[in-house]
């Protein structure tokens, strides 16, 4: 029911697109729910950390919303993992 009530506030937001990203901003802190806000293309992220899942909310100014979830398999590397990350920029 809880996520019933996010859509149906983000939806909700009529010609002012703010209301709905200060709503989701309000229900994170009202759930004690870790998140930072910046910018990307022409909207404001809010992403948003919790344990084995990261959320990545953007706000644009037409009133769309886009979520995208990055979910964590478990599987924990050690610091020779860390070369794959530059690996992977270049390709």
């Given amino acids: 029911m809880q996520s019933y009530k996010v859509v149906q506030q983000l939806t909700a937001s009529g010609p002012n697109p703010l209301r709905g990203l200060i709503a989701f901003i309000q229900q994170l802190d009202e759930a004690k729910l870790w998140y930072r806000l910046d910018t990307v293309r022409d909207a404001i992220l809010v992403m948003v950390s919790m344990p084995g899942t990261r959320w990545q909310v953007e ?20 610091e020779k993992a860390l070369s794959a990350l530059f690996d992977e920029r270049d390709v």
């Fill in 59 to 78: 706000f644009f100014e037409d009133g769309r919303v886009e979520v995208e979830r990055f979910r964590s398999d478990g599987r924990i590397d050690d």
